[in-house]
Every structure is written in structure tokens, then in C-alpha cells.
Nanobody, 115 residues
Framework: QVQLVESGGGLVQAGGSLRLSCLTS????????MGWYRQAPGKQRELVAS???????NYADSVKGRFTISRDNVNNTVYLQMNSLRPEDTAVYYC?????????WGQGTQVTVSS
């Protein structure tokens, strides 16, 4: 059974940094892509960053230059380094993995940025 478990969320002041981790387990096939979405209260879930098996990355315009996605292929873990955080980055952040073209989700981790 595929499982994704996020960690690293919390409360940080504006301008600070956090590093989110997404540890996967139960994966027996190649991962096509991994990444992060976020959902703020009253808003739709939006893509933050993605990383394909070929190493291609994609970022939301609002986080370009501040967030960096990376992956540890040995441990099937994906990270999101978040720098220069802003109050508008406050949201629940969800990790996802696309495996054999099926999407799996983590339970989410709360990130709160105070002004």
C-alpha cells in the first residue's frame, strides 16, 4: 500500500524558512512525478512545485526563486525548501506522487507564516 507522510510544517515569521519532507513507502513501481500542492482557507488547491522522473521542475509563479523542490531517489523522499516565507504562503501543504499514472496524496502539513 502506497503511503506518503509529510513533515516539517509549523509556524514561522515572515522572511523565515521551512523545509517540508514527504516520505513514501509501499512503492514498487517507478514514480513518474512527485510534488507539492497547497490549499489555503477558502481557496482552491494549487500546485506549488513538481518534479518529474526526468528531473524537470515546475513552480508556481508565486514561489519561484523562493522555493526549491528536490528528491532523494534512494529513500523516495521529496523535499520542499521554502525560503523568504510570506503570510500568503500560509496553507496546508500536500505531497503527491504519480505512480503508473495514478496519483497518491499525503495527509497534509500546516504551514503558518505570521506577519
Amino acid at each position: 500500500q502506497v503511503q506518503l507522510v509529510e513533515s516539517g510544517g509549523g509556524l514561522v515569521q515572515a522572511g523565515g524558512s521551512l523545509r517540508l519532507s514527504c516520505l513514501t513507502s509501499g512503492i514498487t513501481s517507478s514514480i513518474n512525478a512527485m510534488g507539492w500542492y497547497r490549499q489555503a482557507p477558502g481557496k482552491q488547491r494549487e500546485l506549488v512545485a513538481s518534479l518529474t522522473s526526468g528531473g524537470y521542475t515546475n513552480y508556481a509563479d508565486s514561489v519561484k526563486g523562493r522555493f526549491t523542490i528536490s528528491r532523494d531517489n534512494v529513500n523516495n523522499t521529496v523535499y520542499l525548501q521554502m525560503n523568504s516565507l510570506r503570510p500568503e504562503d500560509t496553507a496546508v501543504y500536500y505531497c503527491y506522487a504519480v505512480i503508473r499514472y495514478r496519483t497518491y496524496w499525503g495527509q497534509g502539513t500546516q504551514v503558518t507564516v505570521s506577519s
